[in-house]
């Protein structure tokens, strides 16, 4: 089955501690997504990738780091400079600027999510 | 900057229609999406309408598109227990791969 992975769907982290969460799509997907969660405040954009080796800090980056090495990967790590972590992280894809005529490029299709709870 | 704005709550009683409503700041958007996310889960592509067209439908989903006054909708008809969820509408402001901005999100509670 085509789609995007989050793993673990839970992860509890002591303060102080880097976490890296992940997310691996099988879609050809050229572009990848970091949003962050909270009650009542819909979805902020931590980074974003076009392309492999290239990503770019969205609304709220500090704090948090990320990498693309493979485009299947597009793993966040968040550094203990993230003052308040505790939130449910979504990743998502998008087919990017090679995508079919059929498909919408920026259409942008998401992960189950990871809770991180810090302790 | 781009803006999508919703009301935050919406409750119906089942069997009833949902109407949510989206209002969007960027008039050279190219499309429109609608999201929606249950307890827990990440968020699911309902459906998308194009920016020339002022209606589409699928099944029990309406969505209508003001582009003069910047509003979308999308109307569920004969909204069950099974809808209840947050609704996110987006746009996209470019073609291309640039992420898309999203509302806050409607959260639909259906009444039995």
């Known amino acids: 089955d085509g789609g995007i992975t989050q793993s673990p769907k839970y992860l509890f982290r002591k303060e102080g501690q880097n976490v890296t969460l992940s997310c691996e799509q099988n879609l050809n997907h050229d572009a990848m997504y970091w949003y962050r969660q909270d009650p009542g405040q819909g979805l902020r954009l931590i980074y974003y990738s076009q392309i492999v080796n290239d990503f770019q800090k969205g609304d709220i980056a500090e704090g948090y780091s990320v990498s693309r090495e493979k485009k299947e990967s597009f793993p966040l790590t968040v550094t203990s400079a993230q003052k308040n972590p505790t939130a449910f992280y979504l990743c998502a894809s998008s087919s990017g600027p090679r995508g079919g005529l059929l498909e919408r490029t920026d259409t942008q299709y998401f992960g189950p999510g990871t809770r991180l709870t810090v302790l | 900057g781009e803006d999508v704005e919703q009301s935050l709550f919406l409750s119906v009683r089942e069997g009833d229609s949902s109407v949510i409503n989206c209002t969007y700041t960027?008039?050279?958007?190219?499309?429109l999406y609608w999201y929606k996310q249950e307890p827990g889960a990440g968020l699911q592509l309902l459906t998308y309408?194009?920016?020339?067209?002022d209606m589409k439908q699928d099944q029990r989903l309406t969505v209508l598109l003001n582009k003069k006054d910047k509003h979308l909708s999308l109307r569920i008809a004969d909204t069950q227990t099974g809808d209840s969820a947050i609704y996110f509408c987006?746009?996209?402001?470019?073609?291309?791969?640039?992420?898309?901005?999203f509302g806050k999100g409607t959260r639909l509670s259906v009444i039995a």
């Open positions: 960027d008039s050279s958007s190219t499309y």
């Open positions: 987006a746009e996209s402001p470019y073609s291309g791969n640039t992420p898309l901005v």
């Open positions: 309408i194009f920016s020339n067209m």
